[in-house]
């Protein structure tokens, strides 16, 4: 008994185990495929809470004695994706930075504990955790396995979510270069392989297409077996097995650029830099720089001085090219955003140009369907400055990198360097002769018109 209450929680709960094939377990074809509908579009939770008498409260420990919204705050943090320092990143991997020091974990085995903790936390991993899409270079891939990651090509860990833990996802990350953002159409692409506009329209979920992209359709109806059972028709007796097929609205969206992501990332830095080859991002145009564009040829630069006398900035674009830019994507494929973080990386020596990217990001603005719009919140931008490694890969002989980009003093309130490896795990690597970079983060809510 123990072990199969043990054997079903890890199949509802967990990244998914292989199941075996119905050769091996005795099922037929059938009666597999009943199981595998029945695993997919229910928790072991629906079953459990039919059965509220095998549920024992436990009134007796400590624990219960804390209201529902004290042990809400206990699951949110408990469930959170944590750093597994016990197989630490090398400090010269790419993909290694705050944050991502060491392969991300979730601690399941809360869940594992009895039915009465099972029954509150079961959502709890998809609901606290963003689901990662990498549309980057592959130096930025971390090694398989984080959960809740996958590729822009390639499902990775999300293949093997049930739909309706795929459903309770509310909160999205993209790792994206900026050749992707701007000339691959990225933020409509994740937005398809998440799902935003069937989430949005409160459909059931129902996986992934043979393209990738997530599938939602209507909901089912009555005379459908959606619990996958075998004996009568489906007559909605049990809503709850519905209502975890429903997809979740993305409600919070973060768009992270790395330090090699920018196009004119390789490009030295100094104060004789041409404007072209600076870092430069606009959501409302895919060309960042041309020699038509007045001021300093940065269509950035446009932006900002004309939304700084109260205007949105006319970049002459046709009807085809407007909705290609990735501003209009946020606006036109995800409709739900209430929080949109955007997150810049570079190197410390290239800090003044991000601090002028931030300072004209402050200025955009993201339309919204029904009067609303994703501005600026109004707070300063978060800044983190952290220490790697000597030397990378993507360097390629470029001397600038370690001549340039070394460790620094700055005299502002975010001088302090961000510690994210334990003590004494880079013994081997000279403090003096490391790299320093930066990440900003600059946060836009929801608002009325």
């Known amino acids: 008994m123990v072990r199969d209450m043990f054997n079903r929680l890890m199949q509802s709960c967990r990244l998914p185990i292989r199941k075996k094939a119905p050769r091996e377990t005795g099922l037929d074809d059938s009666q597999a495929s009943r199981l595998r509908k029945k695993i997919q579009n229910a928790p072991l939770a629906v079953e459990i809470l039919d059965r509220h008498d095998s549920i024992n409260p436990q009134l007796q420990s400590f624990f219960a004695k804390f209201p529902r919204e004290v042990r809400e705050l206990i699951w949110d943090f408990a469930l959170t994706f944590y750093e597994d320092l016990d197989h630490i990143y090398d400090v010269g991997e790419t993909y290694a930075r705050p944050g991502r020091a060491a392969p991300l974990r979730v601690a399941v085995g809360l869940l594992l504990t009895c039915k009465a903790v099972y029954v509150e936390t079961y959502l709890k991993p998809f609901q606290v955790?963003?689901?990662?899409?990498?549309?980057?270079?592959?130096?930025?891939?971390?090694?398989?396995?984080?959960?809740?990651?996958?590729?822009?090509?390639?499902?990775?860990?999300?293949?093997?979510?049930?739909?309706?833990?795929?459903?309770?996802?509310?909160?999205?990350?993209?790792?994206?270069?900026?050749?992707?953002?701007?000339?691959?159409?990225?933020?409509?692409?994740?937005?398809?392989?998440?799902?935003?506009?069937?989430?949005h329209r409160g459909l059931y979920s129902r996986g992934w297409n043979i393209a990738g992209f997530a599938t939602f359709v209507e909901p089912t109806k009555p005379d459908h077996d959606v619990s996958g059972s075998s004996e009568t028709p489906n007559t909605y007796?049990?809503?709850?097995?519905?209502?975890?097929?429903?997809?979740?609205?993305?409600?919070?969206?973060?768009?992270?650029?790395?330090?090699?992501?920018?196009?004119?990332?390789?490009?030295?830095?100094?104060?004789?830099?041409?404007?072209?080859?600076?870092?430069?991002?606009?959501?409302?145009?895919?060309?960042?720089?041309?020699?038509?564009?007045?001021?300093?040829?940065?269509?950035?630069?446009?932006?900002?001085?004309?939304?700084?006398?109260?205007?949105?900035?006319?970049?002459?674009?046709?009807?085809?090219?407007?909705?290609?830019?990735?501003?209009?994507?946020?606006?036109?494929?995800?409709?739900d955003?209430?929080?949109?973080?955007?997150?810049?990386?570079?190197?410390?020596?290239?800090?003044?140009?991000?601090?002028?990217?931030?300072?004209?990001?402050?200025?955009?603005?993201?339309?919204?369907?029904?009067?609303?719009?994703?501005?600026?919140?109004?707070?300063?931008?978060?800044?983190a400055r952290w220490r790697g490694a000597s030397s990378y890969e993507y360097e390629m002989g470029e001397t600038w990198f370690t001549q340039s980009n070394t460790a620094r003093i700055f005299k502002t309130p975010e001088s302090k360097i961000t510690k994210w490896r334990p003590a004494g795990i880079d013994h081997d690597v000279d403090p003096d002769h490391v790299q320093e970079f930066v990440i900003q983060t600059l946060t836009f809510e929801r608002r009325k018109d």
């Open 129 to 199: 955790n963003p689901i990662t899409c990498f549309d980057t270079s592959n130096s930025e891939l971390p090694p398989l396995g984080d959960p809740l990651t996958r590729t822009a090509r390639a499902l990775g860990t999300w293949g093997k979510l049930k739909y309706w833990q795929f459903a309770a996802i509310s909160s999205v990350e993209i790792m994206v270069a900026q050749f992707n953002l701007e000339g691959v159409g990225a933020v409509e692409r994740v937005s398809r392989l998440i799902g935003t506009s069937g989430r």
């Open 237 to 335: 007796t049990s809503p709850s097995k519905h209502n975890h097929l429903i997809g979740r609205k993305i409600t919070h969206l973060t768009l992270r650029m790395s330090r090699t992501d920018w196009w004119t990332y390789e490009i030295r830095p100094g104060e004789c830099v041409e404007p072209k080859d600076k870092l430069r991002l606009e959501p409302m145009i895919n060309m960042t720089f041309s020699p038509r564009i007045q001021t300093d040829g940065l269509s950035m630069t446009h932006g900002y001085e004309t939304r700084k006398e109260g205007r949105e900035p006319d970049f002459g674009l046709d009807g085809f090219e407007k909705p290609g830019c990735w501003g209009a994507q946020i606006s036109e494929y995800w409709p």
């Open 337 to 383: 955003l209430e929080t949109l973080n955007l997150v810049l990386e570079t190197f410390a020596c290239k800090k003044d140009q991000l601090d002028y990217v931030i300072k004209c990001a402050k200025l955009w603005k993201f339309a919204q369907k029904n009067g609303y719009h994703l501005e600026w919140n109004g707070k300063d931008a978060e800044v």
